[in-house]
């Protein structure tokens, strides 16, 4: 007897269970065979588990016992696949993997990512962040924690299953069909519920896992810039002026002329040094943000921009000053990238609120063709804003426009 067409539709090829079987047919057996294979599959399971959990608790009070526990995890979440893979094949349940364990990026993404933090000139301990955010994950890992409770409860379940079954193989042979069936279905509960993804939930921990490594990453960068940038600025100059006003002492009496020279030198190298100190304070966060907002600060940018630049800036209220700071940030670069690649004449940025979503677009009518791996700063602004929960669109057909559009979240600004 078949099913209408009708009645499957929507679902996996071998979800498409029939409502109605004949006794034996090949779902029956493949039920069969994965009720038989339940004891072996969890007393393996169990074992492992129980040893690498139970071990990693007992040594968790010395060096190696959280590594080892964080292995063990490992290799629950790989007992997992291997059940989720059976279930498939068995029991036609369709079941997508779960998120990598080191978010989006993936474990070997994130090695690199740690292995470039440390050849950046990180000071010493990037390593170490690294070993233990690298544990901090395991240990917190859900799938693999869902896997170990898969496990425990197993037991006592494929015992009574493979008993059952084997049973019925030799005494229960007219009624075993059925029997197969309704333990199969339990069988396929407890696989959805258990060693299924949480979807969005799971997604959402290990996107970010990942985003906080892009901030620390950001902010490791940032304070190298900084650092460099007085180091090789500011610093210089003041060291040379106070040589050159120790050379003024010293002729001061002897010769005045050359004296007043050497001050007169000293004070134009003063006003370099504090037009350079501006210009990086400008670069931490704009004086002009602060006191007066996006509107103030964004045509302060589009001033300095190489093309006549409209700014509209639509908000009603600001932002939160970490959301703000940001928008600033990418508008600034996204201006300078029209400055110094796009060839255009004019370009506009327009901001506005909708709803719980801060919107920022910069458009340019210059020769197109920019990417995210182009080189340009691009990527970098995309993970910045993916870091915070925002997103990054970028349209730039060769011949142009370029028209770059970015979401934040919007998050109401602290009273003061």
């Known amino acids: 007897m078949s099913a209408s067409p009708t009645a499957y539709r929507g679902l996996p090829d071998d979800d498409r269970l029939p ?11 493949k039920e069969i065979a994965h009720l038989l294979g339940n004891l072996p599959m969890t007393i393996f399971g169990f074992v492992y ?3 690498m959990i139970l071990t990693g608790v007992g040594l968790s009070v010395t060096v190696i016992g959280l590594p080892w526990l964080v292995t063990g995890l490992a290799g629950a979440r790989g007992i997992g696949r291997l059940e989720r893979a059976r279930a498939r094949r ?44 690298r544990v901090l994950t395991g240990l917190r890992d859900p799938v693999a924690w869902r896997t170990v409770l898969y496990s425990f409860l197993r037991l006592p379940w494929g015992a009574l299953t493979f ?13 075993l069909p059925y029997l197969a069936r309704g333990m199969a279905n339990a069988d396929r509960a407890m696989v959805r519920s258990l060693l299924a993804p949480s979807d969005e939930l799971e997604r959402r921990i290990a996107e970010l896992e990942s985003d906080r490594g892009v901030v620390v990453d950001t902010a490791a960068a940032d304070l190298r810039r900084i650092e460099r940038d007085l180091h090789d600025g500011a610093q210089a100059r003041l060291v040379a002026l106070a040589m050159g006003l120790g050379l003024a002492k010293e002729k001061l009496l002897e010769d005045p002329e050359a004296a007043a020279a050497m001050v007169d030198e000293a004070h134009g190298e003063v006003k370099l040094a504090l037009q350079e100190l501006r210009d990086l304070a400008r670069g931490i966060h704009p004086a002009v943000l602060t006191d007066r907002g996006l509107d103030a600060a964004l045509s302060s940018v589009a001033s300095r921009c190489t093309v006549p630049v409209t700014v509209t800036v639509e908000l009603g209220e600001r932002p939160a000053e970490a959301i703000e700071g940001i928008t600033y940030f990418t508008v600034s670069e996204l201006l300078q990238n029209v400055s110094k690649h796009s060839g255009a004449r004019s370009a506009a940025v327009d901001v506005w609120r909708t709803e719980d979503r801060l919107l920022l677009q910069v458009t340019d ?19 910045r804003l993916g870091a915070v929960d ?18 934040l979240p919007w998050r109401k600004r602290a009273p003061s």
Request: charged share 20%.
């Open 365 to 383: 009518d210059g020769r197109g063709g920019a990417r995210l791996d182009g080189g340009t700063g691009m990527a970098g602004l995309a993970e």
């Open 19 to 29: 409502p109605v079987r004949l006794a034996y047919d090949r779902h029956t057996w």
């Open 390 to 407: 925002g997103l990054f669109v970028l349209d730039s057909p060769v011949g142009g426009p370029t028209v770059v559009t970015a979401e």
């Open 163 to 175: 008993g059952i079954t084997l049973v019925g193989c030799v005494v229960l042979w007219p009624v």
């Open 90 to 133: 068995l029991l036609g349940v369709r079941i997508d993997e779960p998120s990598p364990l080191y978010g989006s990026l993936g474990r070997r993404a994130f090695q690199e990512r740690q292995e470039r933090r440390r050849s950046q000139g990180g000071r010493g301990g990037a390593g170490s962040e690294g070993y233990f955010g």
């Open 49 to 51: 588990t129980a040893f």
